[in-house]
C-alpha cells in the first residue's frame, strides 16, 4: 500500500515562498505519476502540477505557471513543490496524490490511487 506523507504547508505573506514536499513510500516509484492538488473551502480539489517518475516529465496549471516548480528526489523517494510569489487565491489544503495507471487524465483527481493527509497553505495579503 502506498503511503504518502506531506509537510511544509504554513502561513506566508503574499509574495512569499514555500516548500512542501510529499514522502513517499510502499512501491517501486520507477514509473507513474504523482502530482499535487489543492482545495479551497467550499471548492472542488484542482489540479495543480503533475510529475511523471520515468520520463521526469511535468506540467503545470495555468495559475500556478511561472511560479510553481514540482521536481523529485529518487534516492528519498520524496516529491516537492516549490511554490514562490504566492498570492491569498493560491491558499488552500495542498494534497500530495500517486498512481501507477497509465494513460489517464492526470488532471482529474480520479485518476489517482493514493492520497496523503494534505497540508495548509495559508497567504496573507
Known amino acids: 500500500q502506498v503511503q504518502l506523507v506531506e509537510s511544509g504547508g504554513g502561513l506566508v505573506q503574499a509574495g512569499g515562498s514555500l516548500r512542501l514536499s510529499c514522502a513517499a513510500s510502499?512501491?517501486?516509484?520507477?514509473?507513474?505519476?504523482m502530482a499535487w492538488f489543492r482545495q479551497a473551502p467550499g471548492k472542488e480539489r484542482k489540479f495543480v502540477a503533475t510529475?511523471?517518475?520515468?520520463?521526469?516529465?511535468?506540467d503545470y496549471a495555468d495559475s500556478v505557471k511561472g511560479r510553481f516548480t514540482i521536481y523529485r528526489d529518487n534516492v528519498k523517494n520524496t516529491v516537492y513543490l516549490q511554490m514562490n510569489s504566492l498570492k491569498p487565491e493560491d491558499t488552500a489544503v495542498y494534497y500530495c496524490?500517486?498512481?501507477?495507471?497509465?494513460?489517464?487524465?492526470?488532471?482529474?483527481?480520479?485518476?489517482?490511487?493514493?492520497w496523503g493527509q494534505g497540508t495548509q497553505v495559508t497567504v496573507s495579503a
Open positions: 496524490t500517486d498512481t501507477w495507471r497509465s494513460g489517464n487524465d492526470y488532471h482529474d483527481p480520479t485518476s489517482f490511487d493514493s
Open positions: 510529475l511523471r517518475w520515468a520520463l521526469s516529465a511535468t
Open positions: 510502499g512501491r517501486a516509484f520507477t514509473s507513474g505519476t
